[in-house]
């Protein structure tokens, strides 16, 4: 009947490996990152999920170290600003916010994603 050429080998071949490596690509960028930041459990988790990652990341949260006092002022700037809070879940979100992200936690180490350039500096001169 038909007569393959090495012609078609080859081309399904290539639309093989364009198809693995279209797949590949779509699964690396749909994946979260390992290093993605998250809100500890507590109380008004849900609260504080609700009320801000809205607008941030984890990430801009869990780097802050306020004290009671300046959480509440913040809690209410951003309430002003648009954050959406019931007035009978503000307190509980304060003392989240204020007993997980305290000024007496130890201070945030940002997750390294890769070498910066004077550790690679430091190897090139090895």
């Known amino acids: 009947m038909f007569k393959r050429s090495p012609f078609d080998f080859f081309a399904r071949l290539v639309i093989f490996f364009c198809g693995v490596l ?7 960028f749909c994946q979260s990152s390992p290093d993605e930041e998250q809100l500890p ?7 504080a ?3 801000c990652l809205g607008c941030h990341e984890a990430r801009i949260i869990v780097q802050q170290r306020l004290d ?9 700037k951003m309430v002003k600003w648009g954050a959406e809070v019931d007035p009978k879940d503000r307190d509980a979100l304060i003392d989240y916010l204020s007993t997980n992200f ?3 936690q130890p201070a ?6 890769r070498v910066n350039s004077t550790e690679k500096l430091k190897g090139i001169r090895k």
């Open 108 to 113: 945030y180490e940002a997750p390294r994603t």
């Open 41 to 47: 459990v507590g109380r008004a988790k849900e609260k």
């Open 22 to 28: 279209l797949f590949g690509t779509i699964a690396v």
């Open 49 to 51: 999920e609700s009320a």
């Open 68 to 76: 009671k006092a300046a959480w509440t002022k913040e809690v209410d």
């Open 102 to 104: 305290s000024s007496d």
